[in-house]
């Protein structure tokens, strides 16, 4: 059967863009698996190492860690269908990475775009000049998310349009381990664009909505309250042209990120969507923007509260979670490792 494999970082409360972008679809997955009676694993993690690549207040990222399993849940993610799992709590993948670092080119890592602008390296000169300055745990990240994917041996990855370039690479390092172990070990994992385009930020369409972007009015957070989503989408950015709303995103980013929100709240096409609003002043198009959204997330929200008044729960549903994962990549980690000459003899 296909392994179903994703995963999202504890870097803060999610956005709309992680749900639209990523936990809405893993939730779809999980409901058409067994409506349909589909043979698939499904398996979401807390990216808690990852989220170390840029500097990490650690006394919070204990409890962002929880929150985020809270919020996986509170998405609808079921830990008695799917396996929800800390990357930390998985010695095998730090392993695997180790094997793959040994085989991926630093080339390969430096046409990545990520570390650049995670590190503000603007252009050429920028990256000349601080280089040096990278942190090697930025640098080597999609090598760390290459190990997670193939430790647990994913068919399907579904994630965000940001993370394609780095499904790329993992399908490269697929390819050179298989070659050099003369083996056919590793699968190609698949990736399964999410259906929204990219959320922007309510303030700058030139950013995408982020978890650390300082600036809380850019973002909306799925556990928020009907009536602070109501004056965030408010406030939200438009632009100054006149006459009919439409969907372009190169000339009205700010107006065709609301209709794609809308779009996305609605689960509907979004040239329908922009169709329909076209004729919207932009005070109509904020308000039913504000209305399907806030319907959306109301679920999400109610849940989240309920779920973090018990914390007990939600540790020993983690704790079980990643020992079923560990289960898993320590048969997967074994083979891996005789086919580089490790093991008993
Ligand atoms: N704005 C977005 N639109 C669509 N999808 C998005 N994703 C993130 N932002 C958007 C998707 O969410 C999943 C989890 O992302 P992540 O935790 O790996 O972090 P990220 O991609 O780096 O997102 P953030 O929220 O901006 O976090 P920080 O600020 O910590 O970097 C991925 O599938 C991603 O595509």
Redesign the pocket.
């Known amino acids: 059967g296909s392994v179903i494999f994703?995963?999202?970082?504890p870097?803060?409360a999610f956005?709309l863009?992680?749900y639209?972008?990523?936990?809405r679809n893993w939730r779809d997955f999980q409901t058409r698996i067994e409506r349909d009676h589909i043979n698939s694993r499904l398996l979401f993690f807390v990216?808690d190492m990852?989220?170390l690549t840029?500097p990490q207040n650690f006394s919070r990222l204990t409890n962002q860690r929880l929150e985020a399993f809270g919020s996986l849940m509170a998405c609808g993610i079921d830990p008695e269908k799917a396996t929800i799992f800390f990357q930390s709590e998985v010695p095998e993948i730090p392993k695997l990475q180790w094997i793959l670092s040994c085989m991926c080119g630093m080339g390969q890592l430096n046409r990545m775009t990520q570390w650049k602008s995670?590190a503000n390296l603007r252009n050429d000169a920028d990256i000349a000049a601080d280089f040096g300055k990278v942190k090697l745990g930025l640098f080597t990240y999609p090598v760390l998310m290459a190990a997670d994917i193939l430790t647990f041996n994913a068919t399907h990855v579904?994630?965000?349009?940001?993370?394609a370039q780095h499904l790329e690479l993992t399908r490269e390092l697929v390819d050179i381990f298989n070659r050099a172990t003369k083996s056919k070990f590793l699968h190609q994992p698949m990736t399964l664009l999410?259906p929204?385009m990219?959320?922007?930020s309510l303030k700058n369409p030139e950013k995408?909505?982020?978890?650390?972007?300082p600036d809380d009015m850019s973002k909306i957070f799925i556990t928020e309250d009907a009536k602070s989503i109501r004056n965030k989408i408010s406030k939200a950015l438009t632009d100054s042209v006149e006459g009919k709303l439409i969907y372009d995103p190169v000339n009205r980013p700010a107006v065709t990120n609301l209709i794609t929100i809308l779009a996305a709240a609605l689960g509907r096409p979004v040239l329908e969507v922009s169709n329909q609003v076209e004729d919207f002043t932009k005070k109509e198009l904020k308000d039913a923007v504000s209305d399907a959204v806030v319907k959306e997330l109301k679920d999400p929200a109610a849940r989240f509260q309920e779920l973090m008044k018990d914390p007990e729960r939600l540790d020993k549903l983690s704790r079980r979670g990643s020992e079923k994962a560990r289960e898993i990549a320590s048969k997967n980690l074994k083979e891996i490792s005789k086919l580089v000459g490790m093991g008993y003899w």
């Open positions: 994703s995963g999202i970082q870097t803060g956005h863009g992680n639209f972008g990523a936990v990216a990852h989220s840029v995670k579904p994630v965000g349009r940001d993370q999410a929204t990219k959320v922007l995408k909505m982020s978890k650390s972007d």
